[in-house]
């Protein structure tokens, strides 16, 4: 089935620096890579998300880049706040199903 | 605003008693899941409901139960929880179309099982 891995398991960065974190599935029929930010206690919140037509997308710090021919997808946040502090999670799907299939999450720690 | 609800935010039980989480929403979406999350893990897709069909997930335990009424409500039941079982569950709503739609996720009932 579906696997979608994610690396690296924890960031630290220094405020003011970027931060990447990358995904890789398997599956080359996925079409749809979202992007959720969860912080401690709360629910997961979408932040970005590509879909398989394009090759990146930007919203203000955040991007997301897409190679489908390697089957990778990566976030990108520049100037990092301390608010950025959280648990990423990519995950993939394919239009064929409604189901997401995650990573197993990023913590990232920006340090002020 | 449209949101999805979970009711209810904590709820402890005894192990072995039978209990119910709901979820609700306001988004008009079609598709609603369940999902369990431990400790900062991914969230695990329990089950998820297209409309008025119901779509387990292979390795749900059979504890695990699930009820949609109507397009706004669907609701969790464990029949009879473990320790195991303690956990945050999530639910989640989608709306199908041409394309794969973002799924929203509620804020999620913390699960205490004593």
């Known amino acids: 089935g579906e696997n979608v891995e994610q690396h690296p398991s924890t960031l630290s960065v220094q405020e003011g620096d970027s931060a990447v974190i990358k995904c890789t599935y398997s599956?080359?029929?996925?079409?749809?890579f979202p992007w959720y930010k969860q912080e401690l206690g709360k629910r997961p919140q979408l932040i970005i998300d590509i879909r398989s037509n394009v090759g990146e997308k930007k919203d203000q710090r955040i991007a997301v880049t897409l190679n489908k021919t390697a089957k990778h997808f990566s976030l990108h946040i520049t100037e990092t706040q301390p608010e950025d502090s959280a648990v990423y999670f990519c995950a993939a799907s394919k239009g064929s199903s409604y189901k997401l299939i995650f990573g197993s999450g990023t913590r990232l720690l920006v340090r002020p | 605003d449209a949101m999805v609800i979970q009711n209810p935010r904590y709820q402890v039980t005894q192990f072995g008693k039978p209990v119910t989480l709901s979820c609700s929403q306001t988004?008009?979406?079609?598709?609603m899941y369940w999902y369990q999350q431990k400790s900062s893990q991914a969230p695990k897709l329990l089950f998820h409901?297209?409309?008025?069909?119901?779509?387990n997930e292979a390795d749900t335990p059979d504890n695990f139960q699930s009820r949609r009424p109507n397009t706004s409500f669907c609701f969790l039941d464990i029949r009879s929880p473990g320790l195991g079982d303690a956990a945050m569950y999530l639910c989640?709503?989608?709306?199908?179309?041409?394309?794969?739609?973002?799924?929203?996720f509620g804020p999620g009932t913390r699960l205490l099982v004593l």
């Open positions: 409901y297209y409309d008025k069909d119901f779509n």
């Open positions: 599956d080359s029929a996925s079409n749809y």
């Open positions: 988004l008009n979406h079609n598709v």
């Open positions: 989640a709503t989608s709306r199908t179309g041409q394309k794969q739609e973002t799924q929203y």
